[in-house]
């Protein structure tokens, strides 16, 4: 007899449990202290993904098959740098603002 094929919706809620556990003892074996914040975010995330398998609920933050949300994944991998000692977390950039190249001007000619 065949073994059923495994759930993408448990494996994805045990692959962020083990990642939340992970980048916790990362920070707590390398002896970096998480701020108040981080520290609620992982045990906040971790209790969501227990529950409800997945640790958001609006369909538009990521696909159905994730249980961390694209911004949810982008601050666990800050935490997980910052427990590693690497440097300054990622930069998200200044958006539309003015580049810094001198602006290209037009001239019109009346004739």
Not at 61 to 73: C, H, M, V, Y
Request: proline content about 5%; aromatic content about 4%; overall charge positive.
């Amino acid at each position: 007899m065949r073994a059923k094929p495994p759930d993408p919706k448990e494996q994805a809620k045990r692959a962020a449990l083990n990642a939340l556990k992970r980048a916790r003892r990362a920070a707590e074996k390398s002896g970096v202290e998480l701020s108040e914040w981080e520290g609620e975010f992982l045990s906040s995330v971790a209790q969501r993904v227990e529950t409800y398998g997945r640790a958001f609920a609006d369909p538009e933050k990521g696909s159905r098959g994730q249980a961390l949300s694209g911004n949810q994944t982008i601050k666990l991998k800050e935490i997980v740098r910052k427990a590693k000692g690497e440097k300054k977390p990622m930069r998200r950039g200044k958006g539309f603002g003015q580049s810094s190249r001198t602006p290209v001007t037009t001239s019109q000619d009346d004739d």
